[in-house]
């Protein structure tokens, strides 16, 4: 007997604001599984842009990270109607997790990062940094969960989500959770959602810069943020440029 998939629904805490419409079966039920062997690092990188992508992309990955590995994911996704990258981790002892993701985009598009990070031995860390930047009916998300066992101790977990709205219409949406059952650990979550500053607007415009130049500039500082932990610089410049070519595509 073959199993059918059941479509999720927006009812689903993870699919709360995808575009649900746009999937079909065949979307569901690809993850890839990564595993990550004590002491090694592994770096993924995860780009959805207008080279590559289709009406609707579902990039989905399971993470195991042995003790002291590390894992490391930077992804930017500039296309599709309806894109999603969704991770799971899960962290041995000491194990390591780092991801920056940055989503760009306008019309009517919805592009999403989503996260369940478990910390399932005592002095595991992670770090989550994503930045989204929409404009005309485009939106942004990011789900992130963080869950630490109850023998999970020194634990160092921590999100940190902006989004930046250029036109009236975008939208970005942030839903962070934490559920945490041991008691010597630290953990944050930030969320902030925000225009231009027009202030930085006109200092640079007072200094012949023009209004394109300007935006591009100051969007270009704002979603570097999710790149800081990118050592390679090669690879850096490749993702900021591909988030830039959306932006200019719109200017």
Request: proline share 2%; hydrophobic share 40%.
């Amino acid at each position: 007997m073959t199993g059918t998939i059941d479509l999720p629904t927006r009812k689903d805490e993870a699919w709360r604001y995808a575009a649900v419409e746009k999937l079909r079966a065949d979307n569901l039920g690809t993850w890839r599984q990564i595993d990550v062997a004590a002491g090694e690092k592994v770096r993924e990188l995860i780009v959805i842009s207008d080279d590559d992508s289709g009406e609707t992309e579902l990039v989905q990955l399971r993470v195991n990270l042995g003790e002291n590995a590390r894992c490391e994911i930077f992804g930017v996704i500039a296309s599709g109607e309806y894109a999603r990258v969704e991770v799971k981790v899960t962290l041995g002892r000491g194990a390591h997790f780092e991801m920056g993701g940055i989503t760009v985009g306008g019309r009517d598009t919805v592009r999403e990062f989503v996260t369940h990070v478990t910390h399932a031995e005592p002095d595991g860390t992670s770090n989550q940094t994503v930045r989204s930047v929409h404009w005309g009916k485009g939106t942004g998300n990011f789900l992130g969960s963080i869950d630490v066992v109850r023998n999970a101790q020194k634990t160092d977990a921590a999100q940190d989500f902006k989004g930046l709205l250029l036109e009236k219409g975008a939208s970005v949406n942030a839903v962070p959770q934490l559920e945490i059952f041991a008691d010597d650990v630290k953990c944050a979550h930030g969320a902030t959602v925000g225009q231009l500053d027009e202030s930085a607007r006109f200092y640079m415009a007072a200094r012949g810069l023009s209004p394109d130049l300007s935006r591009r500039l100051l969007v270009q500082a704002f979603i570097g943020d999710a790149l800081v932990g990118l050592d390679e610089e090669e690879t850096h410049e490749r993702l900021m440029q591909i988030a830039l070519d959306k932006l200019d595509k719109h200017l």
